[in-house]
C-alpha cells in the first residue's frame, strides 16, 4: 500500500462501540445508513491506497448538518471506494437520489431534437 493510512490501524485496538461516532444529532444521509454493526463490518476494510472507513465518513461526522438542510455526509476518496464500502455507498445514494439502486441505468438520449423545453434551440443560439 503506497499511502495507506496506518493511523487508522491504530484504531482497531479498540472495540467498535468505542470507536463508532456519536451522530444521533447529525443529519446527512451518511448518518441515516451507518449503524454501528456496519461500522464494525467495514472498519478494517480499506481501498489499495490506503482510504478506509474513517475516511469516508469524516466529513460528515465533522459536518452534522441542519435539518432543514441533508447533506451527502461522506466521501469516496478513489474509485475503489464505491465497491470497498458499497455496503454504505448504495444505501446513501439510494436516499440521496430517491431510490436508485446499483442495478439502475441512466438513459441517455443525445438526439436533441428530443429536449423538451419552451424555447427554440436556435433562437437561444442567437443571444450567445
Request: glycine share 8%.
Amino acid at each position: 500500500m503506497p499511502f495507506g493510512n496506518t493511523h487508522n490501524n491504530f484504531k482497531l485496538n479498540y472495540k467498535v462501540e468505542e470507536e463508532y461516532p456519536d451522530l444521533t444529532k447529525h443529519n446527512n444521509h451518511m448518518a441515516k445508513v451507518l449503524t454501528k454493526e456496519l461500522y464494525g463490518k467495514l472498519r478494517d476494510k480499506q481501498t489499495p491506497s490506503g482510504f478506509t472507513v474513517d475516511d469516508v465518513i469524516q466529513t460528515g461526522v465533522d459536518n452534522p448538518g441542519h435539518p432543514f438542510i441533508m447533506t451527502v455526509g461522506c466521501v469516496a476518496g478513489d474509485e475503489e471506494s464505491y465497491e470497498v464500502f458499497k455496503d454504505l455507498f448504495d444505501p446513501v445514494i439510494s436516499d440521496r437520489h430517491g431510490g436508485y439502486k446499483p442495478s439502475d441505468k441512466h438513459k441517455t438520449d443525445l438526439n436533441f431534437e428530443n429536449l423538451k423545453c419552451g424555447f427554440s434551440v436556435d433562437c437561444c443560439w442567437m443571444f450567445l
